[in-house]
């Protein structure tokens, strides 16, 4: 019997979401300080015959944590106690900025979504750096072998005007790439005004090549560079993204961001509304994410990796991903609501199906 849906239910269904967020991470970054990290990582580390390579790099597992979840760099460590293959930490800007006002990250119970519209709330990319520094060392000297990795994902300043926007991400990029084991330009975000508009193949592609030679440059080697984009574009925009990537010698997209779509939700609509712009990710996502993952995956066959994330919610689905095409999965949501065992429990079921 799992504890943990009961627990969320008397602990955090009642309060405010981003409060009870803060005081869930503040829990996971305790255990690992008190030492019931080294506890954790014996029981929830993925089997071997998990590792999965992707873009020249060894990953534990093909299950990471999506980005949006440690935005600040804050838990790498104490996150990886929980069996995820990969972290990506971010979105990290340019400039530190507070973020969009509170109240600003609503659930969707019902529909075991989740509606917000942080606006890339962080501390800027050069507090961040040394803290990825520091995390990467960390992991290095925990795991010998194969150690969890760590993604590092960029967005654009909201003060800073879009014709601006390729200094600034060349910012973030010039701090954070000589500790990543990949970069992510994250151009789909719904939170920051007019972000979405460089996804845009004409804007892209200056954006994604200055991006790309400025961390290899301040990393002294090859950055796996990735780009993020949304549910929301067309099939055709989809395909042109594609096309860009694969001419770009792109090493992987990133499908999908949140949706500003609300169709097909349980919830009542006047919640809904009551919840404001953002964007929703969470199980409503799920078709959607799988049909640009399949579309991707037609596109570029195996030229590049393809990271699938968007109503990922157990083990099934992960592995309809994989089958799908995608390279790696990540999942963030029903992290909320599926507790601190979530990634090893995946983890076991997807081992338990390729003994089978």
Not at 100 to 110: A, D, H, M, S, T
Not at 289 to 311: C, F, N, P, Q, Y
């Amino acid at each position: 019997m799992r504890v943990y849906p009961t627990f969320f239910r008397l602990a955090f269904s009642w309060m405010d979401a981003e409060r009870a967020h803060k005081i869930g991470f503040k829990g996971i970054r305790f255990a690992h300080a008190t030492g019931a990290g080294k506890v954790l990582q014996k029981l929830t580390a993925p089997a071997p015959s998990l590792q999965t390579t992707a873009f020249g790099v060894t990953f534990p597992s093909p299950f990471g944590l999506a980005a949006g979840f440690d935005k600040e760099v804050h838990g790498i460590e104490a996150l990886t106690d929980l069996g995820f293959g990969h972290i990506e930490v971010g979105t990290i800007t340019g400039q530190a900025q507070p973020g969009n006002e509170k109240p600003r990250l609503f659930r969707l119970v019902q529909d075991r979504a989740v509606i917000n519209r942080m606006g890339f709330n962080n501390d800027g990319a050069s507090a961040v750096a040394p803290r990825l520094k520091a995390a990467r060392a960390a992991l290095q000297r925990r795991y010998p072998a194969v150690r969890p990795v760590i993604g590092v994902n960029i967005g654009k300043t909201k003060v800073v005007e879009l014709a601006d926007a390729v200094d600034d991400y060349l910012v973030s990029a010039r701090s954070l790439a000589p500790a990543a084991d990949y970069l992510v330009v994250n151009v789909s975000s719904p939170n920051t005004p007019g972000l979405r508009l460089l996804q845009d193949v004409e804007t892209l592609r200056p954006l994604l090549t200055a991006v790309g030679q400025e961390a290899d440059r301040s990393a002294g080697r090859h950055v796996p560079l990735l780009v993020k984009i949304a549910p929301d574009l067309s099939d055709e925009d989809i395909d042109d993204v594609a096309r860009l990537a694969l001419d770009l010698k792109l090493d992987g997209i990133i499908a999908t961001n949140t949706t500003i779509a609300r169709s097909g939700l349980s919830s009542p609509a006047e919640a809904v509304d009551k919840c404001g712009a953002g964007g929703l990710s969470g199980a409503p996502l799920k078709q959607r994410s799988l049909e640009v993952l399949k579309r991707l995956k037609h596109a570029t066959g195996d030229a590049l990796a393809l990271v699938s994330v968007g109503g990922v919610e157990s083990a099934q689905d992960v592995q309809e991903r994989l089958d799908a095409g995608a390279t790696l999965v990540q999942g963030y949501t029903a992290f909320l609501y599926e507790g601190p065992f979530w990634a090893a429990r995946i983890n076991k079921q997807l081992a338990r199906t390729r003994r089978s």
